[in-house]
Every structure is written in C-alpha cells, then in structure tokens.
C-alpha cells in the first residue's frame, strides 16, 4: 500500500512539475468543463504571490516604468482628445507620477483598478492561476500558462524614484552648464496632526523626494491652498499659477499630493529669426464644415531631423540641445484627418513609428505656439476604471492612514507651452486632492510643412519617457 502511495504521489508530482515548467496551453478545468484560464496575457492578478527576487531599480525596471507612463500616456490621450475642444497640452509623466505616490495608499480593490488604469508594468510567470474549487473538482488537462504578475509596492516606487533622478539630472554642455532645464518635484501637503502611516510618508519620500508639509485645511482652508499654489507657481518658473481653485480644497481635505514638472531648453539646430514669416494656418471649423485660415508666424529651417511617413500622416522627431530630449510631431497629410489619425495613437502604434525613425534633410515649416490647458481628471479617470478611488463609500486607501477612510475628491491638472526660434519652454503641475468621507542623404529635401492640425509631444530619449503631449488646433 505504501509502494503505491508513493507511486501514486511522484507521478502527480511530475505532472505538476511539467505543468509549471513548460509553456503552452490550458491548464487546469473544472468537472463541469469550465475552462478557468485560457493561452495568452491574462489580467493582473493581486493573488498570486509576487516573485521572490529582491526589489530591483536598475535600468530595466526605470526602462519598464517609463513604457508603463508611455502606455498611460496614449490611454489618457484618447479620453481627452474626445473631451476637451481645440488646443490640448498635459504632462502624462506628471499625472502618472501624481498618481503613483497616491497608489503608495491604496489597497484591495482599489489598488487594484489604479495599477491597471495606470498601466503600471507586469512581470510574466509560467505556472497554474489561483482556481476555483477545492481538492478532487479539478484536473490536470495540459500545460502551463503565461500569468500576468504585477509588481509588489517596494518594487514599483524605487522604480520610479530612479527614472525621476535621471530626469533631475541633466547632461552638462560643453560649458560645464546644464544643456537645458528640467525639474521635477513632488510634495506632500497633509493636515496638521492628522495620523497618517509612517510607512506611507517613508515610501514617498524615499523614492519622490517629497517631505510631508503640515498644513491647516480646518482652520486656514485659504492659507493652505496659497501655500500649495505658491509651491508650484515656484517649481514651474511662474509659469503655473492658481493650479488649485478656491473651491477644490475645504474643511475636510485631509491629504493633497502634487507633481510639477518644468523644462526649457533651446533647440539643437535654432530657427533664424530673420527666416519667420506669416502665412495661413488651417483647420476645420467643425466636423464636416467648410475650412477656415488664420494668419500666424511660421518659423522655417532645412536641417537633417528624425523622419518617417506613412500613406496617411508625416512625422519628424526635432532634437533639443545635446540631444537628451525631443519633439515629435505627427501630421496628418489632410487637413481635416487630425481625429482619424488620433484613432490610431496607441501604445503599440506609438513604439512602432517611433522605431522608424531615420536621418533625414526635412524642409521644416513650424508655426510658433503658445497656450496653456486647465482640466479636471476626476471623470476621465473614472472611465478608464478608477471609480473606487473617486467613490466615498469604497475608495481603500488604508494604506495612508489609521484613522478615517479618505477617498479622491479631484485631480487637477494645468499645462504651458511655448514654442519659438531659440527653442521651448513647458510646464505643468497635477494635485491630487484626498478628502474624508463625508538615413543616407536624400537628392531631394523631405517637405514637413506643419499648416494644418498635429499632434506633438516632448520625450526624454534617454529614458523614452513622454514628458509633454497635445495637439495643435489653432495656434492663436
């Protein structure tokens, strides 16, 4: 009996261990013949246990949190282009990082929605998902399956506290100095006396750098909100100013987390001044209305940039000084296709355009641009799947503190943008609000003439990351 109990065991033993370690199709069925997981990518999954290696932060998981930004970036891109009417300008990276020091606090379900919502990245492992039933109610019936494995808290915010010190640390030029301008600060503003987890507060400051700043929402709603202001009108160079309005913040804020972010930096190749002249930049009035013009100053340059084309749209990739950073412009090649084309901005499309970049000599006709966004996230986000965080009744944000249970009143989020002859200037700042319950050289020049409705963005290249993204639609 004992020969055959143990004959009996190691057979399952090497079932299992060929189930775990080989790739392929289902794994496991219930009796009735529920098929519970099925080949390819699958949801995170918060059940499984997270891998057992030690928390990494070198430059593959900097490199896995910048596409996860990236990924957001192109999500949120697509809400909003269908929201908000003309001109569009937001910082995906401020917003993603707003919200990454906010998920340090969630937990359950809510933890759950945000990682996914904000495409945080996943780990794939080979082996058998937690299944329904118990002991006998389920076979074996193939091999292991991919499982999406997202990754654990201390894993995810070291992560983004590397790709947030490459950002802080800018190449020098040849004059020892900075070759450009770009900042990026958090902070913390919480209620006086309010009994928040110190093993919130340190994952925050460890990896964002942002202290925990007492304030008095109770007692001095106003003084808070103009301290908060003042902060981020100082990270952006004045460029952002009232980011948080009178109304957002009152008696019952407990917590508001913000992100600013600033970068100037002249162009590699200037623009001559002398070279700028006016000319008729068009755009539909409408959908299906007849074209309308209005004069604006074109700045122009026959230099070698970044190229590519498809059948439908252009696309040039202009360097900053030294390189680290760029502007990507995506024109459509009519007029009126801008909205056809947005269609087409995802993640996956983003990364294969950008990959077919080759050295070109562009005849470049850019207009000159300057205009700044204001909006509200709360109902954006909710629609691409964050509704516990927002909800007063479900929001778990327990991980933040002891006493009662905070939830996501608003998430506010204000851009600036200026494009010149010398180069750009661009700034933007995001507070989320927590409140109690209650190539080889061309014969001929490739012509980019940049007259009519485009999509730009400004990334870092040596991280990949979108800093900056909108769209032109009019620039007066």
Do not use: C
């Amino acid at each position: 009996m004992k020969v055959m109990y143990w004959i009996v065991t190691g057979f399952l033993a090497a079932v299992a261990f060929q189930a775990m370690a080989t790739p392929g199709g289902p794994v496991i069925v219930t009796e009735d013949g529920e098929v519970l997981t099925a080949r390819g990518s699958r949801p995170p999954h918060f059940d499984v246990a997270p891998p057992k290696e030690a928390p990494s932060t070198g430059e593959k998981d900097l490199a896995a949190v910048a596409k996860s930004g990236n990924a957001f970036a192109t999500d949120l891109y697509a809400k909003l282009a269908g929201k908000e009417k003309g001109n569009l300008f937001f910082s995906p990276a401020s917003i993603h990082t707003a919200l990454a020091m906010t998920y340090a606090g969630a937990r359950g379900n809510t933890e759950k929605q945000m990682y996914t919502t904000l495409r945080f990245p996943i780990d794939m492992r080979y082996g058998s998902p937690p299944v329904k039933g118990e002991g006998m109610n389920m076979r074996i019936t193939g091999r292991a399956i991919p499982i999406s494995v997202p990754w654990p808290q201390d894993r995810l915010h070291p992560a983004f506290g590397a790709l947030i010190k490459k950002l802080n640390t800018p190449r020098k030029g040849h004059d020892g100095k900075p070759a450009y301008q770009l900042v990026v600060a958090n902070a913390l503003w919480g209620q006086k006396g309010y009994p928040f987890k110190e093993e919130f507060t340190k994952t925050i400051k460890a990896n964002y750098d942002a202290g925990l700043e007492e304030v008095d929402y109770v007692k001095a709603t106003e003084a808070s909100r103009k301290r908060i202001n003042a902060w981020v009108e100082k990270k952006t160079k004045q460029k952002i100013k009232d980011l948080i309005p009178r109304d957002a913040v009152n008696g019952l804020t407990r917590l508001v987390l913000t992100n600013a972010i600033y970068f100037k930096s002249n162009w590699g190749e200037k623009f001559e001044k002398g070279a700028t002249r006016e000319g008729d930049f068009r755009f539909p009035a409408r959908e299906g209305e007849m074209m309308m013009a209005v004069r604006v100053p074109f700045m122009h340059q026959q230099k070698r940039h970044g190229y590519m084309e498809t059948d439908t749209f252009q696309a040039v990739d202009i360097l900053y000084r030294r390189g680290d950073l760029s502007m990507t412009i995506f024109l459509p090649k009519k007029v009126a296709d801008l909205a056809a084309f947005e269609k087409t901005l995802t993640a996956k499309n983003l990364t294969k355009w950008l990959g077919q970049f080759k050295r070109e000599t562009v005849k470049l006709t850019l207009p000159r641009f300057k205009f700044a966004s204001q909006f509200g996230l709360a109902d954006t986000l909710k629609k691409m799947g964050m509704t516990d965080a927002f909800s007063p009744t479900t929001a778990d944000f327990s991980g933040m503190t002891t006493a009662d249970k905070l939830f996501i009143s608003a998430v506010i989020h204000k851009a600036f943008v200026a494009v010149d002859e010398e180069g750009t200037e661009a700034a933007a700042a995001t507070a989320v609000i927590m409140t109690l319950r209650a190539a080889p050289q061309p014969q001929q020049p490739k012509v980019f003439k940049a007259d009519h409705p485009f999509v730009f963005m400004i990334r870092h290249r040596a991280t990949g990351s979108i800093l900056f993204m909108g769209r032109v639609m009019n620039p007066k």
